[in-house]
């Protein structure tokens, strides 16, 4: 699901992004947020301290890469061999599809080489090996770890340095402007009535259109309309791919007179445009062929260029920020007697219940984006001690002044404790947590930096009591740096449940109020009862790295780190043109 159309079109309007209907100022893609796809992540590799395994020179290491899929370690990659070093510094790099939804288990294993043709890992004294996700090595942006031998024990002071770096590309856009002087004339009763095309040369040496400029009448020193296009749609993000701007004379009939071309690459643009001398002879290849003394069609020039950086997910991770992950656990009647193994919050020592294969399916990815690792836990509809009274918002650890576990296993253990101490009751209002989380998330938001974002998880076994006063607590906190996952556990009819997803539509409080952006996303747990927990966590986590981006876009407020930049308020460009 994409963003509310409200929200799409002042966020392209923030961003410089076009929103037209298809026209041929158009034509090459639309600028609008594209679709969530896998992150190109580099890992770049360092030792110190290695163990030494030769007994005349140094270790020869080389380090292997292995992920785990299906449970079993695949080798993927592995480094060049570092020839008598136990500090060594790899020149390979490892890259990787990253997937904020996944939980990306990766291995090295430093060997210590012997042969110079032998790279089989049965020829290599082992020198040590770590484990970790690579949602722990983009949080960290680097991380340095103790080399392990087998059965866990330390080798020596050994050290493996993992520095990872995004390498997505598709970040920004460019904005240029281009007029012309001295163009041929091509009409026999007025002047010419010039346009410019951009085109990117591709591998196979076929050219894409990239951007058609409006036709400038009966003028020979035309200035062309500034236009915004991606990198990628520009020249692939490869700023020394080849780019041809063809000038043509219009002709209403679709003959149109070519005037002449010239060929250039975005890195030539940049360098030219610093340097004043960004201009290129209009050159008519036939003309220049046949005419002694021909010189040009013209000139053209780049009056101007603009590049906007468009951050990523991984910008704003690796920027240091964090995901405060909160958990919301229904304790209705509805979900039956915990002592009952019929009961929904039944705990039964084989096999989790639904509750808890949630929380530790979802737990389990935002963990690694905490550096504390601390998560708030809080219960719903439920008679709390000492009084007994009902509460749509407690501390399950039963620590109002803080309500944070340690890790995930705080979590389960909290929750597993807090069973046989409450009397499920309800209803089940979920409004008043939303509320909690996002007075957390609007202090954050005051402090005008991209470093904290709140996820809300919320375990429930039926439809919302408060639906209007949920409703209204979403739309509020739509315009604040979190998001909402719903799991509707056990067999309920969870119909009404989807008008808080904002997929089919706007959501709108009671008042009409529709929400700034979707910030909801609602699984019923059956739908994945008989999938892996890591499925239940790819499907409800797979919207928040762009409802993150999404957010501090609007804000625009770039990651920590780097300094804001002004970025010119577009109008959006009417829809049609002359070619329509």
């Known amino acids: 699901p994409g963003p509310c159309p409200i929200f799409r079109q002042t966020l392209a309007k923030r961003m410089g992004w076009e929103v037209t209907s298809a026209s041929v100022n158009t034509s090459a893609s639309s600028l609008l947020v594209p679709a969530p796809r896998a992150s190109k992540v580099e890992l770049r590799l360092s030792c110190r301290h290695l163990l030494d395994r030769d007994p005349l020179t140094k270790s020869d290491p080389s380090v292997v890469l292995l992920l785990q899929s299906q449970s079993q370690w695949v080798q993927v990659d592995r480094t060049e061999v570092v020839r008598s070093s136990l500090h060594p510094v790899f020149s390979k790099v490892f890259t990787l599809d990253y997937y904020f939804e996944e939980v990306q288990k990766l ?31 983009v949080a960290q942006k680097k991380m340095t770890r103790a080399l392990l031998l087998k059965f866990g024990r330390n080798a020596g002071k050994s050290t493996i340095t993992v520095i990872a770096e995004d390498i997505s590309g598709n970040n ?42 409006e036709v400038v009448k009966n003028n020979l020193s035309p200035v062309w309309e500034p236009f915004k296009v991606t990198l990628s749609n520009l020249c692939s993000c490869e700023e020394t791919r080849p780019l ?28 030219a445009f610093g340097e004043d001398q960004a201009q290129w002879e209009c050159v008519n290849a036939k003309y220049k062929q046949k005419k002694r003394h021909y010189k ?159 996820i809300l998880l919320v375990l429930t076994d039926g439809v919302v009591t408060d639906m209007a006063d949920t409703r209204e607590a979403i739309v ?63 499907c409800v986590l797979a919207e928040v790295p762009r409802q993150l981006v999404e957010y501090y876009s609007y804000k625009e407020l770039p990651p920590r780190g780097v300094s804001p930049h002004t970025q010119e308020s577009s109008r959006l460009r009417p829809s049609g043109s002359f070619l329509d």
Not at 251 to 268: A, L, N, P, V, W
Request: hydrophobic content about 35%.
């Open 107 to 137: 291995r090295f294993e430093v060997y210590d080489t012997r042969g110079p043709g032998s790279l089989g890992l049965q020829d290599d004294d082992f020198l040590g090996g770590m484990e970790c996700t690579l949602g722990q090595i």
């Open 172 to 213: 920004g856009y460019v904005e240029l402007s281009f007029r012309a002087r001295k163009l041929d004339d091509k009409d026999l009763f007025s002047k010419s009535d010039p346009f410019l095309e951009l085109y990117r040369v591709n591998d196979d040496q076929s050219k894409q259109l990239v951007y058609r400029t």
């Open 244 to 271: 041809k701007c063809l000038v043509w004379d219009y002709d209403s009939r679709g003959k149109h007179d070519f005037i002449g071309e010239f060929s250039t690459t975005f890195e030539e643009m940049q360098k």
């Open 296 to 454: 040009n069609s013209g000139v053209v020039v780049l009056a101007d260029l603009k590049f906007y950086r468009v951050h990523s997910f991984l910008d704003y991770i690796m920027g240091g920020c964090q995901i405060h992950f909160t958990v919301a656990i229904d304790f209705t009647a509805s979900n039956g007697d915990p002592r009952n193994s019929c009961s929904l919050h039944y705990i039964n020592p084989f096999q989790p219940n639904e509750y808890l294969q949630a929380l530790v399916a979802v737990g389990e990815i935002c963990q690694d984006y905490d550096s504390d690792k601390r998560f708030s836990a809080l219960g719903f509809g439920a008679r709390i001690p000492p009084k007994y009274e009902v509460s749509h918002d407690f501390a399950i650890n039963f620590n109002p002044e803080d309500d944070e576990c340690e890790g995930i296993q705080g979590v389960v253990e909290a929750y597993q404790n807090c069973l046989p101490r409450v009397q499920l009751y309800g209803p089940t209002n979920v409004a008043p947590i939303i509320s909690k989380v996002a007075r957390m998330a609007a202090a954050e938001e005051h402090t005008g930096e991209a470093s904290q974002y709140y």
């Open 476 to 538: 509020r906190a739509s315009h604040l740096p979190m998001s909402i996952i719903i799991v509707g556990v056990g067999n309920a009819d969870f119909t009404d449940m989807q008008t808080l997803d904002g997929d089919d539509g706007v959501l709108r409080s009671p008042r009409g109020e529709p929400a700034l952006r979707d910030i909801v996303q609602f699984v019923p747990f059956r739908e994945l009862k008989s999938a892996s927990p890591a499925a239940l966590a790819k």
